[in-house]
Nanobody, 117 residues
Framework: QVQLVESGGGLVQPGGSLRLSCAVSGNIFAIYAMGWYRQAPGKQRELVATITSGASTNYADSVKGRFTISRDNAKNMVYLQMNSLKPEDTAVYYC???????????WGQGTQVTVSS
């Protein structure tokens, strides 16, 4: 019913930058929040950043000051600008949408981000 498609991942050197994009489509009536999560091998999926329908943002301490989440409602897009990347940022990054009324979470397929020299 709802589809999230991530793009923009890739290989980057430490200190470099990447911009991830998430395109939303389907039967959505109201969005509570959207966000980015990541999962490294052998680790649990963790929150990276979220943005509410009112544009309030929240970041994990590990990325605060380096990553910026933003949205474009007219285009049904959400972005994650990642600067000053570290090897510890290496993970599969997933886009998330939380429905306002049902609180159901929709997930994208993920995009790989690898930070290595």
């Amino acid at each position: 019913q709802v589809q999230l498609v991530e793009s923009g991942g890739g290989l980057v050197q430490p200190g470099g930058s990447l911009r991830l994009s998430c395109a939303v489509s389907g039967n959505i009536f109201a969005i509570y929040a959207m966000g980015w999560y990541r999962q490294a091998p052998g680790k649990q999926r963790e929150l990276v950043a979220t943005i509410t329908s009112g544009a309030s943002t929240n970041y994990a301490d590990s990325v605060k000051g380096r990553f910026t989440i933003s949205r474009d409602n007219a285009k049904n897009m959400v972005y994650l600008q990642m600067n000053s990347l570290k090897p510890e940022d290496t993970a599969v990054y997933y886009c998330n949408l939380e429905d306002r009324f049902s609180r159901y979470n929709w997930w994208g397929q993920g995009t790989q981000v690898t930070v290595s020299s």
